[in-house]
């Protein structure tokens, strides 16, 4: 099973379907802010996972890799657990802070 197949469970205060429409934009075509953000970091076309409600934080799939958009900073770090049932499950019982995550650079 390749990880964007892996059913979880969305955590509070997070949702993989956005009714912003933006959300969906962000990351259609070359030249979207997705996208883009995704190429600045050396990484192949990104596809959003879910989103945190006030849309500081977007989880990614590119190269069957999860990673973390903080949209505060632009920054995006790798998250070292890459199945999205325990990225989700450790959002939901202790928010991002206990997640290991590597910065890319």
């Given at each position: 099973m390749s990880p964007k197949d892996a059913q979880f469970t969305v955590p509070p205060g997070w949702t993989s379907n956005p009714?912003?429409?933006?959300?969906?934009?962000?990351?259609?075509?070359?030249?979207?802010?997705?996208q883009l953000i995704a190429r600045a970091y050396g990484l192949q076309p990104?596809?959003?996972v879910m989103e945190d409600n006030n849309g500081w934080h977007t989880i990614f799939l590119s190269s069957?890799?999860?990673?973390?958009?903080?949209?505060?900073?632009?920054?995006?770090?790798?998250?070292?657990?890459?199945d999205?049932?325990?990225?989700?499950?450790?959002i939901s019982h202790s928010g991002l802070k206990k997640l290991a995550r590597?910065?890319?650079?």
């Open positions: 009714s912003s429409p933006y959300y969906q934009e962000e990351w259609i075509g070359a030249n979207s802010e997705g990104g596809q959003p069957n890799k999860f990673y973390l958009w903080g949209r505060m900073n632009d920054e995006v770090e790798e998250f070292v657990s890459q999205i049932r325990e990225i989700a499950s450790l590597k910065p890319l650079i």
